[in-house]
């Protein structure tokens, strides 16, 4: 990653306040034009857009706690703090997801019976388009960073800017069938709408998935913890590893094992085994994992 809490945190902050500004010029755009358009769907692709700038909120406050260095009452640190602003962000993707559903069948039900949806106007077509190249672009751009800062809570906020731009081509859809083919193909909007919410919906527990087994301390992947007794066991001095506990704490990681050791070996030898130990781990996960190493004598040996 190569970047100190701090720069990550400044990092993560800039990229969510320009989405902040975006969302927020957005919202305000689209819902003006959803009404003097008479277009529901951008109405409501504009309260989506409400919703983004909540996550957006979400991610500044939960990254400036889970920033903050270990203390009395958070011995590991705070980073757990991001990872439950992920959970936060995605269930706000899931909600947002089944509310479009709904809408989305509503108006389908209201045709099926014989109703008419209003046929929206061109001012309506104008912002589906402006809202579509806006969102795909920061949607990019703030996944770039996220993968550049290694941050799950920045993935699951650039995939709320992705469910924005989604939702504007679905009311881009309908609204452009709608005032190009007539009355008739009015129902392509709520059609598109529920198509793309069900993939919403699919993102949003994808996401939600990983966070909860963060929260529930799960372990690390296999292959994560492979690499880990690997390593570990290629410092000289070490005859075994054992015992090893993983977990996420937000960015980083927390590493707990056994190592065995020469029963004979001088306290201070096998005290800087540990630390090679340490290091090791340290120089693949980075600086901030966590690592607790446990000497125990290699009882086989006696």
């Not at 550049?148 to 995939?159: F, I, K, L, T």
């Not at 340490?278 to 966590?290: C, I, N």
Request: charged share 20%; with cysteine; glycine share 8%.
């Amino acid at each position: 990653m190569g970047l100190s809490s701090e720069n990550r945190e400044k990092k993560i902050a800039e990229v969510t306040l320009v989405g902040s500004v975006v969302n927020l010029v957005l919202s305000v755009g689209k819902i003006a034009a959803g009404l003097f358009g008479r277009s529901a769907a951008m109405v409501t692709d504009g309260i989506h857009s409400l919703s983004d700038l909540f996550s957006d909120i979400v991610v500044l406050v939960f990254v400036k706690i889970s920033s903050k260095k270990n203390d009395g009452s958070h011995e590991y640190g705070h980073g757990k703090f991001e990872t439950l602003a992920t959970l936060i962000v995605s269930l706000i993707l899931l909600v947002v997801g089944a509310g479009f559903l709904a809408s989305g069948l509503r108006s389908i039900v209201t045709v099926a019976k014989g109703g008419q949806i209003p046929e929206p106007g061109y001012i309506a077509l104008a912002a589906a388009v402006i809202s579509i190249i806006s969102k795909e672009w920061l949607y990019r751009y703030t996944v770039a960073v996220a993968k550049r800062v290694d941050s799950p809570v920045m993935v699951a906020n650039a995939w709320h800017h992705r469910s924005d731009a989604l939702s504007s081509i679905a009311s881009l859809l309908g609204i452009g069938g709608a005032i190009l083919l007539g009355d008739k193909w009015t129902l392509l909007d709520p059609l598109a709408a529920c198509i793309i919410s069900i993939a919403i919906i699919v993102i949003s527990v994808k996401m939600a998935g990983p966070a909860l087994n963060e929260l529930m301390d799960g372990s690390l992947p296999p292959g994560m913890e492979s690499d880990i007794i690997a390593l570990a066991s290629e410092v000289p001095g070490v005859r075994n590893v054992h015992g090893l506990k993983t977990r996420r704490n937000g960015p980083s990681v927390i590493i707990e094992a056994h190592v065995v050791v020469d029963p004979d070996m001088p306290v201070l030898r096998s005290h800087r085994i540990a630390t090679s130990v340490e290091k090791a781990l340290k120089g693949k996960f980075g600086p901030s994992t966590q690592v607790s190493i446990h000497i125990e004598p290699d009882i086989n040996a006696e």
